[in-house]
């Protein structure tokens, strides 16, 4: 169970940090993504983190103004956003997907393999 909070409208530049707290699961075994979706556009991979390592990955377009965190202790996995631009305006939604003992980079998990998903929290640019 993931549930994602921090969602708004924001001008932009400004910032959101973005939470997805889980419950029902080992979250410290569990690679995390984040992912967004414009109206009329396909599912984008924003960002992700891999459970034995720490490792991030960045979408192009999000690099150098996002940043992804986990939090085992609290089952919560955060997106800071910084420098908010119009064109990230989209539902975002967070994802789980339990890989076991792997080097995989998280990237290289392809959105469809992840096995949970919140519900989506708004975010909302206005320029």
């Known amino acids: 169970h993931l549930v994602e909070s921090g969602g708004g409208l924001v001008h932009a530049g400004g910032s959101l940090r973005l939470s997805c707290a889980a419950s029902g699961l080992s979250f410290e075994h569990y690679y995390m993504g984040w992912f967004r979706q414009a109206p009329g556009k396909e599912r984008e991979e924003v960002s992700c983190?891999?459970?034995?390592?720490?490792?991030?990955y960045y979408a192009d377009s999000v690099k150098g103004r996002f940043t992804i965190s986990r939090d085992n202790a609290r089952n919560t996995v955060y997106l800071q956003m910084n420098g908010l631009k119009p064109e990230d305006t989209a539902v975002y939604f967070c994802a789980a997907v339990l890989l076991g003992r792997t080097k995989v980079a998280c990237n290289d998990v392809p959105g469809e393999k992840y096995e949970r998903w919140g519900q989506g929290t708004q975010v909302t640019v206005s320029s």
């Open positions: 983190i891999d459970s034995n390592y720490g490792r991030t």
